[in-house]
């Protein structure tokens, strides 16, 4: 994971102190992880996300580097007998733009590690 770290880095055309700023935690630091030395703190695997990264390919190497894009298209025949998803969509609406964004980008990351971590229980239990 530290090798696939440094090349996201340079992906992103960053020194290792511009990326450890966006990450919040000193260049030190940032290097000791590089190296292996150190191990990732959850705060880092949330900014990565936020940085759209694909934390599959961060974690086994597999897939793309980045996440892709949501798909613009709208959800149709949603089944909804709670009328959960209905008042989600409601509030959701009544948020500024930006806000659905960060709102939309928090489910995607929520259901992402839920799927880690359904993965990682398979592979535990074998």
């Known amino acids: 994971m530290n090798n696939r770290l440094k090349s ?8 290792q102190t511009e990326f450890a700023e966006k990450l919040g935690i000193s260049q030190t630091f940032l290097s000791s992880i590089e190296l292996g030395i150190r191990g990732f703190p959850t705060e880092i695997f949330l900014r990565l996300i936020e940085l759209n990264v694909n934390i599959e390919w961060l974690f086994t ?9 949501p798909d613009e298209k709208p959800l149709v025949n949603i089944s909804d007998p709670s009328g959960t998803l209905s008042l989600a969509v409601k509030l959701l609406s009544e948020l500024p733009e930006e806000q659905q964004k960060d709102c939309l980008h928090f489910i995607q990351d929520k259901k992402l590690l839920l799927d880690l971590l359904h993965r990682v229980e398979k592979l535990e239990n074998g």
């Not at 996201?8 to 020194?15: A, P, W």
């Not at 190497?61 to 894009?69: D, I, N, V, Y």
């Open 8 to 15: 996201l880095r340079k992906k992103l055309g960053l020194t």
């Open 61 to 69: 190497g597999q897939g793309e580097m980045f996440k892709p894009l």
